[in-house]
């Protein structure tokens, strides 16, 4: 069974950073690409950063220059670097696994997500 479980959310201070993990177990993680989506409340989910088999990254325009997307296939986990934390990334973060980097499909897998808040 296909499993993926994200760490490494918590409650942080605008201007802050947090690393982010996503384990993935029941696949062979190299043949798949890797991605990170998020959902606020009252918002759709919509990508963040996204990572190939090979290792190539795209990211969406509100995370360039501030979060790093990247994977260690030795121990199948893809990282997520969040850097200069603004009011409009808090979210629940999940964890994608599937053929693409840029989107996801009905056959991709999820984890159940780990929640980013701001202090205040």
């Known amino acids: 069974q296909v499993q993926l479980v994200e760490s490494g959310g918590g409650l942080v201070q605008a201007g802050g950073s947090l690393k982010l993990s996503c384990v993935a177990s029941?696949?062979?993680?190299?043949?798949?690409?890797a991605g990170w989506y998020r959902q606020g409340p009252g918002k759709q989910r919509e990508m963040v950063a996204g990572i190939s088999r090979d290792g190539r990254t795209n990211y969406a325009d509100s995370a360039k220059g501030r979060f790093t997307i990247s994977r260690d296939n030795a121990i199948n986990t893809v990282y997520l670097q969040t850097n200069s934390l603004k009011p409009e990334d808090p979210a629940t973060y999940h964890c994608n696994v599937g053929t693409t980097s840029d989107t996801y499909s009905p056959e991709d897998y999820w984890g159940p997500g780990t929640q980013v808040t701001l202090s205040s």
């Open positions: 029941g696949i062979t993680f190299s043949f798949y690409a």
